[in-house]
């Protein structure tokens, strides 16, 4: 390889014929899209078309890591996961916290290529160097957490595992993969599990333990010793950063509601903050690798609590339920299914709301009572789900398809953008955010451009700006770009400048841009500055937006469902009257980047970023 920080190798895996082999890394590939989710889109292009269906044995599902994963860069401990979404049909991308890319670059790849279909239930085992592909029958119905159990004791307790549960292994396109057992982390969205239950693949696991070469270790470490304070976990600190957090979330309006068609639910945020605050006192933060953050604050202590916004919301407010241990349960039974806490929140309070209009009966729910917030019947629902029974077989198809089976007014009460449930953060309280949510690649995300800065210099006051107009589209594709470039390094965005104050345990602005490009040329030997790192941002969002193109995706796709930009919230929050002007604000954004009204890439944009 031409740089350091990368080993150099990518496993290939042909399911279908039971063959493994290792090839190098094209050096050209690594230059021009880095790692991660880049180089991913790039193998994607290259070997699936716009006829290759994502459950079909022709879909890859690439695991990749990035130049920076197992080395000491704090916020590296990541991974991507890459295919064609069986959820939405386009471009589909996930991140992973946890040990598992780690272990794989020190196991010497720098990622893994997966094709075809296995004639019976296999899991691949990478040792130091070494893969073989073996029977995993005897876990077949096993749910994610014992998957992990019984692999680490057949393989190596010191090792990593990400599997999937009975979600994926039924075809459920809201199924995930999950990672490191009842730490609970979740390559999450896009409905991959699906894709690794097709290759009847049922789990991964890995060891290394040589660490990738690095261009300028003391350099690197000195480097890093300068920027980060010396963290501790000083309980009244993250108390107070914790209700800063939550009661501002809730007192904004970012926690959609019953659907997202109310305003208000009694007793949420009361319940939250007193559930939430007994969490960080008597438990302690699971920290990825590399991580400094610990936004899992209690994630594995006792009942399996959790403090993150994209489980509570999605699986609370969102469900009409304030109860915050049913939540927990809730979460839990998502993650030994397998399932996507966000899709299965949007999907369960879609069926809610049907049901309370009439659309879906008694009947058809099998009798289940499905009425914002019954938490019991959430958990029925959940088993129906991901064991594709009864109602469930309907439901597993996500919110957009349940919504076209019982037609009517039903697609009216799908909340989605291209197809994936809308996230945590409700897009009328900032118009950034729904403008954000309505171009990404993959869907509705609140991971691209959730927050415009880049530094802590790049001060931008989100509260001021919540409802511009002007300005929104350029803003939204320069974060874009930015967060293209974080997620083929792979680092984590609770890292950055507008994230990390929220989560960190001192008062830490978060790393920038400078800091990314200082240690990428001390891992890797190459220096980018600022302007040519936003440019391969921008030529990696564009490669995979190439990808959506190929697939039938047009302007007319960059929206969100209806609800979110006719419908008023209501309530007393600042977003209570705010509908997103999402016209206006397009037309900018596709002028920043580029793209002739339909949302394509002119020539001359093609051109400058090396694109075909």
Same mark, same amino acid.
């Given at each position: ?32 899209? &880095? ?19 994502p ?6 599902? &690439? ?32 991140y ?43 876990l ?9 159990q ?13 599997? &999937?549960?009975? +979600? ?30 097709a ?26 010793? $300068? ?48 559930e ?45 339920i ?40 008694? $009947? ?9 917030g ?16 009864? &109602? ?22 799908a909340?989605h ?16 955010l729904?403008? +954000? ?33 002007k ?24 890292s ?29 030997g ?10 391969t ?19 007319k ?32 954004y ?23």
């Amino acid at each position: 390889m031409k740089f350091k920080g990368y080993t150099g190798k990518l496993l290939w895996v042909n399911l279908s014929k039971n063959e493994v082999s290792v090839k190098e890394l094209n050096s050209r590939d690594a230059d021009l899209f &880095i790692g991660g989710s880049g180089i991913g889109a790039k193998i994607l292009r290259d070997e699936t078309d716009s006829h290759t269906g994502p459950l079909s044995p022709q879909n890859l599902l &690439i695991f990749m890591t990035g130049p920076l994963t197992g080395t000491p860069v704090p916020w590296s401990g990541r991974h991507a996961v890459i295919s064609l979404s069986p959820l939405t049909g386009i471009w589909g991308e996930a991140y992973c916290g946890g040990t598992w890319g780690s272990e794989l670059k020190r196991a010497g790849f720098d990622g893994i290529i997966i094709k075809g279909k296995s004639a019976k239930p296999v899991y691949i085992w990478i040792n130091n160097g070494r893969a073989d592909i073996r029977d995993s029958s005897h876990l077949w119905g096993k749910d994610t957490f014992e998957t992990e159990q019984l692999i680490k004791k057949e393989t190596d307790e010191k090792g990593s595992v990400t599997c &999937i549960g009975q +979600a994926g292994e039924n075809l459920v396109k809201i199924a995930c993969v999950m990672a490191d057992g009842k730490a609970g982390r979740a390559a999450a969205r896009c409905g991959f599990g699906a894709v690794m239950g097709a290759k009847n693949l049922k789990a991964i696991a890995v060891r290394g333990e040589k660490k990738p070469g690095i261009y300028d270790e003391e350099n690197l470490r000195e480097s890093i010793k $300068k920027r980060l304070p010396k963290f501790t976990h000083d309980k009244e600190h993250m108390l107070s950063k914790v209700r800063y957090v939550f009661n501002g979330f809730a007192d904004d309006g970012r926690h959609g509601i019953n659907n997202w068609r109310d305003g208000e639910l009694d007793g949420f945020k009361k319940r939250l903050i007193e559930e939430v605050e007994s969490h960080v006192k008597n438990g302690m933060p699971y920290l990825c690798r590399h991580c400094y953050t610990g936004c899992v604050e209690s994630n594995i202590i006792g009942d399996k609590r959790s403090t993150l916004w994209e489980v509570l919301a999605p699986l609370g407010s969102q469900c009409g339920i304030a109860d915050m241990h049913a939540i927990n349960k809730i979460y839990e039974m998502c993650n030994r299914y397998g399932i996507d806490c966000i899709s299965a929140g949007g999907t369960i309070s879609f069926a809610m709301e049907a049901f309370e209009e009439g659309i879906i009966t008694k $009947k058809d729910a099998d009798g289940l009572d499905l009425h914002f917030g019954g938490a019991e019947s959430v958990l029925e629902l959940l088993k129906k789900i991901a064991m594709k029974k009864g &109602i469930g077989e309907v439901l597993a198809g996500g919110a957009r398809s349940a919504a076209e089976y019982f037609g009517g007014k039903a697609p009216e009460l799908a909340i989605h953008g291209k197809g994936l449930e809308v996230p945590a953060h409700e897009p009328r309280s900032h118009n950034f955010l729904a403008l +954000a949510y309505a171009t990404d690649n993959r869907g509705a995300c609140h991971c691209s451009a959730s927050n415009p800065r880049t530094s802590q210099e790049d001060f931008v006051d989100l509260m001021k700006i919540r409802f511009d107009i002007k300005g929104t589209g350029k803003m939204v594709a320069r974060r874009q770009n930015y967060t293209s470039m974080l997620n083929s390094l792979v680092l984590c965005i609770f890292s950055q400048a507008g994230y990390a104050q929220y989560y960190t345990p001192k008062d830490f602005p978060g790393i920038s841009a400078n800091d990314v490009t200082e240690w990428f040329k001390y891992v890797t030997g190459r220096e980018i500055g600022m302007e040519e790192f936003l440019q391969t941002g921008e030529k990696i969002f564009n490669l995979k937006h190439l990808i959506n193109l190929n697939r039938g995706i047009t302007s007319k796709d960059d929206t969100l469902s209806k609800r979110l930009l006719e419908e008023k919230r209501g309530g007393s929050s600042p977003a209570s009257e705010n509908l997103p002007p999402l016209k206006p604000m397009l037309e900018e954004y596709y002028l920043s980047r580029g793209w002739d009204k339909d949302g394509k890439p002119e020539k001359e944009k093609l051109e400058e970023l090396g694109l075909r």
